[in-house]
């Protein structure tokens, strides 16, 4: 059974530093692509990064796009973002998702994937 299990949101101060986790289990990891998805009340779920396990390809939205890193960990089975410098708009229920042999530009323009993991909420407050 396919089962992702993200951590790592709380409250954080205006251009604070937060890192999430999101470890998978139950498939093999160096076949999928991870990514992060958010969704801050009353607004659509948007891509914010992805990366392929399979060739170390990468996808950031344009607004996080130099504040947020997100590198991967095959041997924990586990793909971390790294966020800086957080805004107020960053506020929202972060996801993780993993799709099987997609690339991360294309994980990130899809809304639907065949994983998800529980949200964690980052809120941000300024």
């Known amino acids: 059974e396919v089962q992702l299990q993200a951590s790592g949101g709380g409250l954080v101060q205006a251009g604070g530093s937060p890192r999430l986790s999101c470890a998978g289990f139950g498939f093999t990891f160096d076949d999928y692509a991870i990514g992060w998805f958010r969704q801050a009340p009353g607004k659509e779920r948007e891509g914010v990064s992805c990366?392929?396990?399979?060739?170390?390809?990468?996808y950031y939205a344009d607004s996080v796009k130099g504040r947020f890193t997100i590198s991967s960990d095959n041997a924990k089975n586990t793909v971390y973002l790294q966020m800086n410098s957080l805004k107020p708009e960053d506020t929202a229920v972060y996801y993780c998702a993993a799709d099987p042999s997609i690339t991360a530009q294309a994980m990130g323009a899809m809304i639907l994937h065949n994983y998800w993991g529980q949200g964690t909420q980052v809120t941000v407050s300024s």
């Open positions: 990366i392929s396990n399979s060739d170390g390809g990468t």
